[in-house]
């Protein structure tokens, strides 16, 4: 079920939020966790089998990992580490590692008949298997209590606001906020207005930047990026830069629409965004995007390799292998590989490079105009950002090399030939939204995170009676899917 579907808007959420400020307060959690099953398997039923498996052996994971001392301590988080990242491997990875294994053997002149048993990908798996594994993992660090009660951890993996696109939530705070609606602890989620109003301008938000900007950037980047040996320089850079917003929308409309879900019902999901594109830095940028998985790679990967407490070339590995992983964790594909090394590679080359940086920006005196540095610093990180995202959003590396040397080859700047493919108004439409939404991006998030005050009274509901309008008038309700669904 997507959340810009027709299901979700008018049946489901209106549903099991009346439901939940109803029921009595002991039966929410059950409600939820119904709902939670109930939404996962809406896209492949039987997939919730998956989930049981994980939810079953992380549970009693968790429990004996905290009762157990030493050697067996080690051993069981281990077990649990690989039962996940075996789920993992066997549905998202087995095509990818069988044909490239394939490949090789063939190349070397051998026969290999290993069939491809055409596994679907579970939507979302990479996310619940991350959120999972953050449980045994703190509890094993004796950051977290184990959860005795099975019905609230299972909701925790399941909850569905973040279910399948995050953001990949810790337990002390998601779990712990569950743990908080059970009678008993003092904590009751009651109904609030002003929470619920909150909660809901937070979807409207959500839903704008899918349905008005992704959706629409995602007609112009289709086009050229499905055909790529079709189109010159202009319009390849166009859609990369369209594609860089339109991901960006389209992820963090999610995550808006599921914070916002969650905060209707009283629950307080992570920021997993915060204005990315406005970063003067590969590592500010990687501060501000997908904050649950780059902190989850920094903690439970980065962290534990070393970090930068090591040599520097030691150093500079660490940063490659996290960011090499993060590419295989978006998708098993080497175009995702090529991507997340080109990340890896920025903040090697800034670390490297940083003395030499900094006397030449002295000497050129820089230093003495700080917004116009600021400025080039954010305009720098844009194009390397943008240029990591051709490999992203290429269906193959040949599309991707292809667009990468056209891009820098064929140079007319004459763009009519996109413009004629594409539906008669789209491409101006897309251009107007998409300029609106870089204006107001940075003011809700100042105001979401307190830092301005939003408008209120009449201001306040014109804003978003504007907002609302603007949905109606140029969102695309074809219920596409989100992006980072197929992760």
Request: aromatic content about 18%.
């Amino acid at each position: 079920m997507l959340f810009n579907s027709f299901e979700f808007i008018c049946i489901f959420f209106p549903l099991v939020t009346g439901l939940y400020f109803v029921l009595p307060h002991r039966w929410r959690w059950l409600l939820l966790l119904v709902a939670s099953c109930w939404f996962y398997m809406a896209f492949v039923p039987v997939y919730i089998l998956i989930l049981a498996f994980t939810i079953l052996v992380d549970y009693f994971a968790g429990i004996w990992i905290e009762g157990s001392e030493g050697r067996r301590r080690k051993l069981l988080l281990t077990a649990s580490i690989l039962a996940n990242t075996g789920v993992l491997a066997f549905f998202k990875y087995y095509h990818f590692l069988n044909e490239n294994l394939g490949a090789l053997v063939e190349g070397l002149g051998f026969a290999y008949n290993v069939p491809d048993l055409g596994i679907i990908l579970p939507i979302g798996l990479s996310f619940h298997t991350f959120q999972s594994l953050s449980y045994t993992i703190e509890v094993y660090r004796g950051h977290q209590k184990a959860e005795r009660h099975p019905g609230l951890f299972a909701l925790y993996v399941m909850f569905y606001p973040q279910l399948v696109a995050g953001p990949i939530e810790r337990p002390a705070n998601l779990l712990n906020q569950i743990n908080a609606t059970v009678p008993g602890t003092g904590m009751r989620s009651g109904f609030d207005a002003q929470r619920v109003i909150e909660g809901l301008r937070q979807m409207l938000w959500g839903f704008f930047k899918k349905l008005v900007i992704a959706d629409r950037c995602a007609v112009v980047v289709d086009q050229v990026y499905g055909a790529p040996g079709q189109y010159g320089s202009l319009s390849i850079a166009l859609a990369t830069y369209l594609f860089a917003v339109q991901i960006y929308c389209d992820f963090s409309g999610y995550t808006d629409i599921a914070r916002g879900a969650a905060r209707v019902m009283g629950f307080n999901l992570m920021v997993n965004f915060r204005t990315p594109y406005r970063s003067t830095s590969i590592s500010e940028f990687w501060k501000r995007w997908h904050i649950s998985l780059s902190s989850w790679f920094r903690d439970y990967l980065y962290i534990p390799l070393g970090g930068n407490r090591v040599v520097k070339w030691r150093w500079y590995w660490n940063l490659m292998i996290v960011f090499l992983v993060s590419g295989l964790w978006h998708g098993a594909d080497w175009t995702y590989v090529i991507w997340g090394g080109l990340h890896g590679g920025y903040l090697v080359l800034a670390i490297i490079c940083a003395p030499l940086l900094a006397r030449f920006t002295k000497g050129i005196g820089l230093d003495r105009l700080p917004r116009l540095k600021h400025a080039l610093n954010v305009f720098i990180t844009i194009q390397l950002v943008s240029f990591a995202w051709i490999f992203f959003r290429a269906d193959s590396v040949h599309d991707s090399f292809t667009l990468v040397q056209r891009l820098f080859v064929q140079v007319p700047l004459d763009i009519s030939k996109l413009i004629e493919q594409l539906p008669r108004g789209a491409f101006g439409v897309t251009l107007i939204m998409t300029g609106l939404f870089i204006l107001i991006d940075p003011l809700y998030d100042a105001w979401t995170l307190k830092e301005k005050r939003l408008p209120r009274g009449l201001a306040g509901e014109l804003a978003y009676a504007l907002l609302l309008a603007l949905i109606i008038l140029f969102g695309y309700f074809g219920s596409a899917s989100f992006i980072y669904f197929q992760f």
